[in-house]
């Protein structure tokens, strides 16, 4: 098992970055896929950006694109998500996730952080 735990949310005027952090537990973190996802007031759970076990591989949706960037250390159990120019739709809790390589579905959850952005 891996338990998750996300930091670096918090209140950003428009156009403003935020650097989200999630720190995993455990010594297998290598072997999880990760991914970040967000739920805004009233709406559903959206994907954001992933990143492959070994981070030689990211995918994001298309709405962050060329705004923010997934990252990992796997030395230091740590995924980050750099979100620069970030506009008031960003607005929403942030979650970090854990996939076990080779399954479709994300298995672990994180509590979340929220960011809000201001306009």
């Known amino acids: 098992q891996v338990q998750l735990v996300e930091s670096g949310g918090g209140l950003v005027q428009a156009g403003g970055s935020l650097r989200l952090s999630c720190a995993a537990s455990g010594r297998t973190f290598s072997r999880y896929a990760m991914g970040w996802f967000r739920q805004a007031p009233g709406k559903e759970r959206e994907f954001v950006a992933a990143i492959s076990s070994s981070g030689g591989s990211t995918s994001y949706t298309d709405s962050v694109k060329g705004r923010f960037t997934i990252s990992r250390d796997n030395a230091k159990n740590m995924v980050y998500l750099q979100m620069n120019s970030l506009k008031p739709e960003d607005t929403a809790v942030y979650f970090c996730?854990?996939?076990?390589?080779?399954?479709?579905?994300?298995?672990?959850w994180g509590p979340g952080t929220q960011v809000t952005v201001s306009s």
């Open positions: 996730a854990a996939r076990i390589v080779g399954t479709n579905q994300y298995h672990y």
